[in-house]
Structures are given as structure tokens and as C-alpha cells.
């Protein structure tokens, strides 16, 4: 795989962050991959906008920051109107629908994909868990990190306790991310 | 011209010998000037202490009473102007064995290191802080300073000096020193077995020695000779133990309250340290 | 691990038991880091009420006995200027940090800039020569705070590790070695007694006895014999700032790691160091793939400066690009060595951000012609 570069975007206290390092970790711990991972601070982060951009190689990375991202995850209204526009073409914006009232459009030069986030997050348990339900979908449509990995990941980082919540909500996210990349197959062998 | 060159008879040794770097004399100080009374009064105190001087250290910040740690055969640092007091607390907190002194002047350690002194008193480090006061700044000629006498002349206030002055022990009651004295170089016994008191504290203590800057400070407000100074010492001052230090401010020809201000008991930096030290090792990893 | 974890880390392998610090982004989580682990290993952690008093904690920590670091940025990294001087003229082997942002003044907290390398070299005043390293990713700056803390102790000195918020910021794969290569303290070999201080070795290293060993040292930042005790005159300053001075050039070819990559048979090289290095490097790639014969020489070591390699390189090559966020200051240096030898392109930016690296790939592009 050659340079992935993938944005995560939400407000402050969504676990923003944390999911990119779940990412990144599980792509260099377990899937012997090289990832990057850099973060918006100050008064970006205090205003309520947060930010973590990831880059994911098979190759040395050696640009460290986000250029233009292939995967876009968004997880608020605000970050969408900042960031959508920056998705590289052919690349996905993944949109935790509950979050992002104004539904984007698809469009020829990029996926997007509109996850209840919140909702499966509410029905495994607890609303917190929205960025990890991202995650599973993450997984599911990129597949640029194994399931395994990611799995191991999450179990070496979310707070003790919380480890079963945490990874039927990434099971819940899979799977809606599986059965959107089945869908949009569907209609591309329709159209 | 070397200032280290020795001259070539001494005829008696010195009493303090044991602690002296003698090769180092004679020094720098003028003649009249109380820095000397006090480094006196400090390595008697030491003897008397009865503490190891392999395992004490002595730290001066820049000044004529920084050039202290130059003459006494302790382990010595001589460091920059204002900075004696954090040197130290770095060299304390790695050693815990060692008992360490700062010994300088008003400006080094009022000025320039004022932030650095209610720091370390707030924190109740360990450490013995003398501070000698001659009321200016002499190693550069005689300035105003942080304690220079409101309306006192000085090189840099011909006319007078506009500000207020700190009061010393004061600052340091207020900053959360333990001990707070004060004395002048007339007081040399009194300051001796004080200084041997703040040596033996732990935490924080300071004493406040007053004394005469004849070259400069002195001359400039026609206060006289260094005897004149003593004598002037015995008039205008008046001991009273456990004074409360927010009135012990010095007018340029008021009284001067010299005394044992504070002695209290209170957890040290490295006690808390202890504290959580045994919290970090009560901890399962 | 992020970069300012890996640095914290670096020391703490290399056997640091001290830090002073005062809170100040893009840095700040060494402290938190060191905070939390120190008391874990028996070391002290410290926050001082300024940088100045960071800078002389470590000082004094280092004659207490500790291996000692501070970690910073722009605006404390000018406070400790004063001090970083003290540390030189009293041969204190110590670590200071700095995780460079945009500035000058407050400038940009959370953002990139390279702009203190000069201060690095020139900051404090007086004459004297400093060693400086650069990392460009979390795990060189895990392995050049190693470095640091080993020339630190090696030739008796303050030892600049010279990050920048990229790197201290970024989140990357670092390996931690079991065990690290430790350079001892210098010790004396004279018995304790009346000693103020001791004649150097060969290399022009003194050794050093720590407080409370019984020799009763004297150190002070005046001008000094080799008693320890003041001599304010032009015959000592003679003999002691030139030993300084030479202790370090004289080993240059100890103190000075370089990276190069394709350096041989190249006609242009990217010349850089931290972050601005791995962006230049990708460059070099993208050039070579149009099939320009590019380079990369990178800097670990930035003072002493490589003026010797620079100078041999020059001699073969059409032209140096350096890339660096700043605006031009090691391009200098690169123009010095390179003695009109081959021309010099600085490739400056303000900070805040990296160079594009198709800015870079242009200005190779346009000197390869």
C-alpha cells in the first residue's frame, strides 16, 4: 500500500484523537505498517474544532503532515463545512449522519458514505463510543487497516473497563461500513 | 593586575584558617566593609553546627558579597548575577545529603534574583539564604538597589531615591521562609548563634545581615567611617525576638529592629517529596 | 510514541534523574512525561518559576551528581541563553531542549519554525563553541537525546538537542533499545582533599568531582586558572576560552553525524537537518524519479558545523538547496563552507507549516540545469 493519508475531524472530547491513534497504532504494532500521526492544538482544539491527521504507508513516510486526504472521517457539522472540501478526488468522506445534519452530496469525484453513528453508538450502549462505531466503518470501506489489528489496538487503548462496549461498537460500525461497500457495488454494477 | 597573588608574608594565622582558601587572600572587600563580620560569624556558626563540611555546599550569586564562595574551603559555586538560588536548588534536590548555603547581597538576591527567593522560600526548599544588605550595589560603585532607603542618595539617585524599599524579612515571612532573622555586623555573637540556628532548620531560613558599605553607600549619605557605622548600629538598633516583620522596615536614619523573627515548623519540599515518593511506590504498576 | 515522549524517554534510558522545566508549548509534554516518570525511578522532576531558573537548576543538579535536562522552546530558550554561558564556562554536562516554534517573540505557540539554529550557535555571549543535534523524526530525537546526554558527560558540556513542534508533536513508530550507550562521568583520579578544581586530560577534558565527595571544588563563570579561582586577565582568558573552544573542535570528527543519501555522483544535493530534512529527502526522491541526479546530506549534528564535508561535497557538485524554516540561517553556513565551490539556493519559509515538496523539487529542478 502506498501512502495513505486520512483526516479525522469532530469537536473536542469525541475521541478524535484517540481514534487516530487506534489507527495508527494498529497499523504499525500489528500490521507492520508505517503511520504518522499529528493533531490540531491551541486555540483550534479550545474553540470546539479538533483535528488528527494520519498518514499510513507500507513505504518510509517522509512528508509527516496531511497534504490532501484520501479518507476523510467527520464528525460534526463545523468540521465538515472547514474540512469536506479538502478530500482528495477519487477519494471518501465518511459522516457520522447524526452529527452532520446537512447531508452532503455525493459527487463523481468522491465517495460519501453517512454512518447513524450516534445512534448504533447509543444502541451498544453509550452515545461516547460514536468514534469508534467510525472506526468500524472505517475499517470496513478502507480496509487499510486489518480488523485484527484494529481490535488489539482498541483493547491497548480505551480506559479499562470498557473494553466490550468499545468493541461491539466497532463491530456495529463494521458491519454498517460493510454493508454500505456492498451497496455502492450493487449500484455501480447497476448504473 | 592578578588578584590571587599571595602576599609574601603572613604573619599570623588566621582563626578561621580551617575554613578559609588562604591562598585566596587577601580579599576583596574594603576596609570598613561588614561582608567580611559576616563570613566570620558564618564559619563560626558552621563550626559550631557541627555539620560535616565535606557535605556542605555554599552558593553566591555576583557582588561583592557574592565573591563569599571564593574564600571558604567548602564546595564552593560562584554562578551568575541573581542566579545562586536556583543553582542551588538544583544541587540540593540531587544530593539529598547535602546541606546547602546561598551567601550574597541585596541586589543579587533581591533584584535580579527576587523572583527566584519567594520562589524557593514559598516552596520551603532546604536551604540557608544569607543575605547581606549594605543598602546599594558596591561591586559596580554604589546604585540604587531593592533596599536602598526611600530619599537615599546612591551613585544612580544623586538627588534621592523615589521608591520604597523591601523589607527583607518581610518578603521572606510572607514568601513562607521558617526562619527569619536579622542582625548587624555589630551583633556578632547574636549573629553567629543565629545563623547557627538557620543552618540546623529544615526548610527554608534567612537571615538579613545589616551592614556598612563606607566606600560607597555611606559616604554618599554621610552616614561616616565603619566605626562611626558601629556605633551607629548600637544607637539606632533594638532587638525584639519574634517581632512582627510587617513593621520591621529601615528608614536611612530610623531604627533598626534586629531579632529572631520567625521559627516555625512546617512540611519541607523534600518532605512532600517523601510523600509522594511512598504514594508512587505504593502503586501497583 | 509523539517526539516530545520519545525525547523524555531518550533521557531517562541515558540515565537522566533530573529535570527542571517551566510549562511552554510546543514542549511542555516532556515535562508532563518526566513528571510522571521520575518519581517512578528515584529521579527528581522540578517546575521552576522561569527558564532562567530551569537552565540553573539542571547546573546545579549536574554538580549534585544527576545527569540533567530542561526542554523548551523559543521564548525560554532565549531566558536560558544566560545560563547555557554559565554552563560552558564551568564545564557543566547538561541537556537543553528545544522544541523549536515560529517566532520571534510569543510568534506561534503551537506551530513549526527552525528559526533558533543561530541562536543555538551565537545566543550566549562571549566566545565559545556549542554542540547542537537536530531530530527529524520521534525516534531520532529518542536517540539524539541519547547522544546529547553521552557528548554531554564526554567533553564536559551543554549539549543542544535542537526539535521542532513537528517532531515533538508527531505520533510514529519509535523503537527503544534494552539498553543505551552510557558515557561516564570523568571522574578524578586524586584522592578527596583540598582541590578546587583539576588540570584537563589530554583531550582537553577536566575531570569532574561531584559536590559532596570531599575536594572541596571551586567553580565560577569568571575567567578561572586551573585552581578553579578567579583570574581576571588576559593570559588566563587566553588559555581557558581557547581549551574550551578546542576541546570541542579539536573532536569534531567525533561529535559530527551526517546522513547521505546518493550524495555520490550527484549534482544536486538538498542540504537540511530536522523536520525540513525529511520533507527535502522526499524531494530528492521525486527528483530522481524525473531522472535528476539528486542528493541528500543531512544533518544530525548542526554545531560544530560540518564545514570540512560541506566543502569536499561542494567541490563535486552544481548546487546546494537548503531547505530550512527560517529565513536562512544554515543556508549560511552552507555558503561559507561551500566557498563559491558550487552555488547556494536557501529555501526559506516563515514557519507555521513545511516547505511543499514540490517547491523543493523546483528549486532542485532549476539548479540541475
Keep these: 500500500m502506498k501512502r495513505l493519508e486520512v483526516k479525522l475531524a469532530g469537536f473536542g472530547g469525541q475521541g478524535i484523537i484517540l481514534a487516530g491513534q487506534i489507527i495508527g497504532q494498529a497499523a504499525v504494532l500489528f500490521d507492520q505498517k508505517n503511520a504518522v500521526l499529528t493533531q490540531s492544538y491551541g486555540p483550534a482544539s479550545r474553540g470546539g474544532a479538533c483535528s488528527a491527521d494520519l498518514i499510513i504507508s507500507e513505504e518510509e513516510i517522509l512528508h509527516p503532515l496531511v497534504l490532501k486526504p484520501q479518507v476523510m472521517v467527520v464528525?460534526?457539522?463545523?468540521?465538515?463545512?472547514?474540512?469536506?472540501?479538502?478530500?482528495?478526488?477519487?477519494?471518501?468522506?465518511?459522516?457520522?449522519?447524526?452529527?452532520?445534519?446537512?447531508?452532503?452530496?455525493?459527487?463523481?469525484?468522491?465517495?460519501?458514505?453517512?454512518?447513524?453513528?450516534?445512534?448504533?453508538?447509543?444502541?451498544?450502549?453509550?452515545?461516547?463510543?460514536?468514534?469508534?462505531?467510525?472506526?468500524?466503518?472505517?475499517?470496513?470501506?478502507?480496509?487499510?487497516?486489518?480488523?485484527?489489528?484494529?481490535?488489539?489496538?482498541?483493547?491497548?487503548?480505551?480506559?479499562?473497563?470498557?473494553?466490550?462496549?468499545?468493541?461491539?461498537?466497532?463491530?456495529?460500525?463494521?458491519?454498517?461500513?460493510?454493508?454500505?461497500?456492498?451497496?455502492k457495488r450493487e449500484r455501480s454494477i447497476k448504473t | 593586575m592578578s588578584q590571587v597573588e599571595k602576599p609574601t608574608v603572613i604573619p599570623l594565622k588566621h582563626p578561621r584558617e580551617s575554613l578559609l582558601r588562604e591562598e585566596r587572600l587577601p580579599h576583596i572587600w574594603c576596609s570598613g566593609c561588614g561582608i567580611g563580620t559576616a563570613l566570620n560569624c558564618f564559619i563560626g556558626a558552621l563550626e559550631k553546627s557541627g555539620l560535616p563540611w565535606d557535605k556542605v555546599a555554599i552558593v553566591s550569586g555576583i557582588g561583592c558579597a557574592g565573591r563569599a564562595a571564593g574564600y571558604i574551603k567548602l564546595d564552593s559555586f560562584h554562578t551568575t548575577h541573581g542566579r545562586a538560588i536556583p543553582f542551588a536548588t538544583g544541587l540540593r534536590l540531587a544530593n539529598p545529603e547535602l546541606k546547602v548555603v546561598i551567601f550574597s547581597g541585596d541586589g543579587d538576591l533581591i533584584a535580579i534574583g527576587g523572583n527566584h527567593f519567594i520562589h524557593a522560600a514559598r516552596r520551603n526548599i532546604d536551604m540557608t539564604v544569607i543575605c547581606v544588605n549594605n543598602f546599594n550595589y558596591g561591586m559596580t560603585g554604589g546604585q540604587v538597589g531593592p533596599t536602598t532607603p526611600a530619599m537615599a542618595k546612591t551613585t544612580t539617585s544623586p538627588y534621592g531615591n523615589s521608591e520604597h524599599p523591601f523589607n527583607l524579612p518581610y518578603l521572606a515571612a510572607a514568601s513562607g521562609a521558617v526562619y527569619v532573622a536579622r542582625w548587624t555586623t555589630l551583633h556578632v555573637r547574636r549573629l553567629e548563634r543565629s545563623l547557627t540556628e538557620a543552618l540546623l532548620k529544615e526548610g527554608f531560613s534567612f537571615v538579613e545581615v545589616i551592614s556598612p558599605c563606607p566606600t560607597y553607600f555611606d559616604r554618599?549619605?554621610?552616614?561616616?567611617?565603619?566605626?562611626?557605622?558601629?556605633?551607629?548600629?548600637?544607637?539606632?538598633s533594638e532587638i525584639v525576638h519574634g517581632f512582627d516583620p510587617r513593621k520591621a522596615d529601615i528608614d536611612l536614619r530610623g531604627k533598626i529592629i534586629v531579632g529572631k523573627f520567625i521559627d516555625i515548623e512546617k512540611p519541607t519540599y523534600l518532605d512532600f517529596q517523601k510523600e509522594i515518593q511512598a504514594r508512587v511506590e505504593g502503586e501497583p504498576s | 510514541m509523539s517526539g516530545d515522549i520519545a525525547c523524555a524517554e531518550g533521557a531517562l534510558s541515558a540515565g537522566c534523574r533530573f529535570f527542571a522545566g517551566y510549562p511552554i508549548t510546543p514542549a511542555t509534554e516532556i515535562a508532563e512525561r518526566m513528571a510522571e516518570r521520575m518519581p517512578q525511578l528515584g529521579g527528581v522532576y522540578i517546575q521552576m518559576e522561569d527558564e532562567i531558573a530551569s537552565m540553573n537548576a539542571i547546573l546545579g543538579a549536574s554538580w549534585g551528581g544527576l545527569r540533567a535536562m530542561t526542554a523548551t522552546s523559543g521564548p525560554g530558550f532565549s531566558l536560558m541563553m544566560e545560563?547555557?554561558?554559565?554552563?560552558?564556562?564551568?564545564?557543566?554536562?547538561?541537556?537543553?531542549?528545544?522544541?523549536?516554534?515560529?517566532?520571534?517573540?510569543?510568534?506561534?505557540?503551537?506551530?513549526?519554525?527552525?528559526?533558533?539554529?543561530?541562536?543555538?550557535?551565537?545566543?550566549?555571549?562571549?566566545?565559545?563553541?556549542?554542540?547542537?543535534?537536530?531530530?527529524?523524526?520521534?525516534?531520532?530525537?529518542?536517540?539524539?537525546?541519547?547522544?546529547?546526554?553521552?557528548?554531554?558527560?564526554?567533553?564536559?558540556?551543554?549539549?543542544?538537542?535542537?526539535?521542532?513542534?513537528?517532531?515533538g508533536h508527531m505520533t510514529e513508530r519509535v523503537t527503544i533499545p534494552e539498553e543505551v550507550p552510557c558515557f561516564p562521568r570523568r571522574k578524578p583520579e586524586f584522592p578527596p582533599g583540598d582541590r578546587s578544581s583539576f588540570p584537563p586530560d589530554e583531550d582537553l577534558v577536566p575531570p569532574m568531582a561531584n559536590v559532596g565527595e570531599g575536594y572541596h571544588i571551586h567553580v565560577t563563570g569568571l575567567t578561572h586558572d586551573e585552581r578553579g579561582y578567579p583570574v581576571t586577565d588576559e593570559v588566563t582568558q587566553e588559555r581557558l576560552v581557547r581549551r574550551l573552544v578546542e576541546k570541542i573542535r579539536g573532536h569534531k570528527k567525533d561529535i559530527i553525524r551526517l546522513e547521505e543519501k546518493g550524495v555520490e555522483g550527484a549534482e544536486v544535493i538538498v542540504c537540511s537537518y530536522g523536520i525540513s530534512a525529511r520533507v527535502g529527502l522526499w524531494a530528492v526522491e521525486l527528483a530522481k524519479r524525473e531522472g535528476i541526479k539528486a542528493g541528500m546530506l543531512k544533518l544530525l549534528t548542526v554545531w560544530p558545523f560540518p564545514e570540512e564535508r560541506v566543502r569536499e561535497v561542494a567541490s563535486k557538485v552544481k548546487a546546494f538547496v537548503v531547505p530550512e524554516i527560517n529565513y536562512g540561517q544554515i543556508a549560511l553556513e552552507v555558503e561559507r563552507s561551500a566557498g563559491g565551490r558550487a552555488e547556494v539556493i536557501p529555501l526559506n519559509h516563515m514557519g507555521g507549516g513545511l516547505h511543499e515538496p514540490e517547491d523543493i523539487l523546483k528549486a532542485i529542478r532549476k539548479a540541475a540545469r
Design chain 2, 220 to 236: 554618599m549619605n554621610r552616614l561616616g567611617e565603619g566605626l562611626d557605622m558601629m556605633k551607629s548600629y548600637q544607637e539606632s
Design chain 3, 83 to 167: 545560563n547555557l554561558g554559565l554552563g560552558i564556562m564551568t564545564e557543566t554536562p547538561c541537556v537543553l531542549v528545544n522544541v523549536q516554534r515560529g517566532g520571534p517573540s510569543t510568534g506561534l505557540p503551537t506551530l513549526v519554525g527552525q528559526g533558533d539554529m543561530m541562536q543555538a550557535r551565537w545566543g550566549t555571549h562571549g566566545v565559545y563553541e556549542i554542540i547542537a543535534l537536530s531530530p527529524s523524526s520521534p525516534q531520532e530525537f529518542f536517540d539524539l537525546t541519547v547522544r546529547a546526554f553521552n557528548l554531554a558527560e564526554k567533553y564536559r558540556t551543554p549539549v543542544l538537542v535542537m526539535a521542532d513542534e513537528v517532531v
Design chain 1, 75 to 183: 464528525m460534526s457539522q463545523e468540521a465538515y463545512d472547514r474540512y469536506a472540501s479538502e478530500v482528495a478526488e477519487g477519494g471518501m468522506l465518511l459522516v457520522d449522519a447524526d452529527l452532520v445534519p446537512v447531508l452532503p452530496r455525493r459527487s463523481k469525484k468522491r465517495d460519501v458514505f453517512a454512518i447513524p453513528a450516534t445512534r448504533l453508538a447509543e444502541e451498544v450502549g453509550r452515545r461516547i463510543v460514536a468514534n469508534i462505531v467510525m472506526l468500524g466503518s472505517f475499517a470496513a470501506l478502507t480496509g487499510a487497516i486489518s480488523v485484527e489489528a484494529v481490535k488489539r489496538s482498541i483493547l491497548s487503548l480505551v480506559p479499562k473497563g470498557t473494553e466490550d462496549l468499545n468493541l461491539q461498537a466497532f463491530e456495529r460500525g463494521y458491519e454498517y461500513g460493510k454493508r454500505l461497500a456492498a451497496d
